[in-house]
């Protein structure tokens, strides 16, 4: 299968005061391919949200490489960003941020048709009202404003929005989290259809651990700025090669009723990433830490056939 998105050892520093940095990512590299559902997943804070924004160029690296459809992102000229801009669409987590509000939906959707001459201005109209039906939105929708909808409504219409120019991969940065539940399972059903019937590859970023198994065929785990973990997705399920990815997958409860798990308490708070621990960065919360631990770090490597841990453990 063809590879449509690599990230080659990606970095992004940020200065603060006292000339420090804050390392929100740092040497991440993996690779989506084409009909792809790429999970990333890790607590708030572990720089998921900032790789989403490099994925687009939102913001600039500050070293590595991002290769999407053979064109380099971090260094693309103005002409190749418009290109990679429509093969590469994202998906916020505030939809109601994302939308503006003196737009109507018609407008807010059209516009992108219009500018990357997918349809002619008279046929706007009825290709609008095709994306809305798609996310499970009738046409009375095209002449309302975002404050007239739900929270997943609003949702729906930033995944019309994102198909509009027909992309190869969305980048959907915790597309669930500022939903109800009952509103969340309906939202991943509709991206799972639309990812199934159209072959769209995915970055996925949740710290949703139930949704990633769903909806993902390989996860990333995050800590501090670094992948600590990769593999398919059933296999990091079920068994879980890394300390933090145990931690994480203790604390999902189970649906099956009676079915205990015990529950890994981590250690403390995480370290702030402008002062990282030496060595392995989760150290001083890991419960299988020993002496190399907290004075080298651990390199990412594949330790069995498709996956890959940064432990010394392994």
């Known amino acids: 299968m063809k590879e449509l998105l690599k990230l080659e050892n990606v970095r992004k520093y940020f200065p603060v005061k006292g000339g420090n940095v804050l390392k929100a990512v740092d040497d991440v590299s993996f690779v989506v391919h084409e009909a792809e559902v790429f999970g990333l997943v890790g607590e708030s804070g572990c720089g998921k949200s900032t790789l989403g924004k490099l994925i687009l160029k939102l913001i600039e690296t500050t070293g590595g490489r991002i290769i999407f459809d053979g064109l380099d992102v971090t260094n693309a000229t103005r002409q190749e960003l418009s290109k990679i801009r429509r093969g590469l669409q994202i998906i916020f987590q505030d939809p109601l941020a994302s939308l503006n509000p003196r737009m109507r939906i018609l407008d807010a959707i059209g516009e992108a048709l219009v500018v990357n001459n997918i349809v002619r201005r008279k046929e706007v109209k009825d290709s609008v009202a095709d994306l809305l039906e798609k996310v499970g939105l009738n046409t009375d929708s095209l002449y309302k404003y975002p404050h007239e909808f739900s929270g997943g409504q609003r949702q729906r219409i930033c995944i019309a929005r994102a198909l509009a120019v027909k992309p190869k991969m969305i980048v959907a940065d915790e597309p669930l989290s500022a939903l109800d539940v009952s509103i969340q399972a309906q939202i991943i059903n509709l991206l799972d259809d639309l990812q199934k019937d159209s072959g769209l590859a995915f970055v996925f970023i949740s710290h949703n651990l139930p949704a990633i198994e769903h ?38 409860p189970k649906p099956e009723f009676g079915e205990k798990v015990e529950r890994i308490i981590l250690e403390g708070d995480v370290p702030s990433p402008i002062h990282i621990p030496p060595g392995c960065p989760f150290h001083p919360r890991c419960p299988k830490r020993f002496g190399l631990c907290d004075k080298e770090i651990p390199a990412f490597s594949e330790v069995e056939k498709n996956r890959w841990v940064s432990c010394h453990l392994w």
């Open 215 to 252: 909806f993902s065929d390989k996860v990333a785990v995050m800590y501090l700025g670094k992948i600590v973990e990769m593999s398919g997705t059933a296999e990091l399920f079920k068994g879980p090669m890394h300390p933090y990815t145990e931690a994480l997958l203790s604390a999902v």
